[in-house]
């Protein structure tokens, strides 16, 4: 494409830390730039490579990114090696700010963060205040009773259908036997050993005081994963609350969890994609409130939307 310029990086402590800084190639770039990294262990591209999409995109709008891996995962190693995943992964989000601060003087970031990138990016924002708006997808939710009994009967009634079925079916009944070590964590390898409700204390405590900040928060949810939705389900008793009236919150019935489909990359991308671009160029147009579980994706060029 000839409207960005794309270049690869390496920095951090020792250049541990590789990366893709994606820049508008006719403009300067907006004083806000846009993070992305892992979900989970996946490569810093995102799931069906959605991150770049979301990168060129972004680039042909005016919004310079970084898309990067944390350390020790994909192309990164290790910044340092400290049990705690959360802290590292932190580390190597300050350090890709770093980065950018440095090659374009850019102070301030949008980050937008997938499944278990959520917690990092929440982390790195209640402790550094570079980071100005968060676009989190399917991180944490709190369903309540009548939401949790409905996603099991739906999944239920759809599960014996699945080609998938026979094979979980078996690898259920493995998991159970006595002594079976068949689906058992490896040590250290993205395990969440928290309870629900210490999730629930850590969230409501971390969202107020980003709010209190005032970073912008997105938070969206897959139809895939969570199933349905009513006024806000995925936040449980947490939606009522004052301070997460203001958050732009969207159940997006039509995307799965990792974005498989070209109707879902197109809805992921115009949402986020949107989002991004409004708080990255700082127009102080006012945040949008709640969207429609579902509508038709305005169009994105192929090449971005193309599995």
Wanted: aromatic content about 6%.
């Amino acid at each position: 494409m000839n409207d960005m310029t794309q270049t690869p990086v390496c920095f951090g402590p020792g250049n541990a830390l590789m990366g893709m800084l994606t820049l508008p190639a006719q403009r300067v770039p907006a004083p806000v730039a846009c993070l992305m990294f892992n979900m989970g262990a996946n490569h810093r591209v995102g799931p069906r490579r959605i991150n770049v999409k979301l990168a060129h995109l972004l680039a042909a709008r005016g919004v310079g990114s970084l898309r990067f891996d944390l350390g020790g995962i994909g192309d990164s190693e290790a910044l340092d090696t400290g049990p705690d995943l959360q802290t590292r992964a932190v580390h190597s989000l300050q350090a890709a700010m770093d980065l950018v601060q440095r090659m374009q003087g850019i102070g301030q970031f949008a980050t937008v963060a997938m499944c278990s990138g959520v917690e990092h990016a929440m982390s790195a924002a209640a402790v550094d205040t570079r980071m100005v708006a968060l676009s989190l997808f399917d991180g944490f939710a709190f369903p309540q009773r009548r939401t949790r009994w409905e996603l099991t009967v739906r999944r239920a009634l759809a599960a014996p259908l699945h080609p998938s079925f026979p094979g979980k079916a078996r690898r259920w009944v493995l998991r159970h036997l006595p002594g079976s070590t068949v689906g058992k964590p490896l040590p250290g390898y993205f395990v969440d050993r928290r309870p629900p409700n210490v999730n629930a204390i850590w969230f409501e405590a971390t969202m107020k005081r980003l709010v209190e900040r005032e970073v912008a928060v997105q938070l969206l949810y897959s139809g895939s994963l969570h199933v349905c939705d009513r006024d806000r389900d995925q936040l449980g008793a947490l939606r009522r609350e004052p301070f997460m009236q203001g958050l732009q919150y969207e159940f997006m019935r039509d995307v799965d969890h990792t974005v498989c489909t070209v109707k879902g990359q197109q809805l992921f991308l115009q949402s986020v994609g949107d989002w991004v671009v409004e708080h990255c160029l700082a127009t102080g147009s006012p945040q949008r409130q709640d969207r429609p579980a579902t509508g038709t994706p305005r169009a994105i060029p192929a090449t971005l939307a193309a599995p």
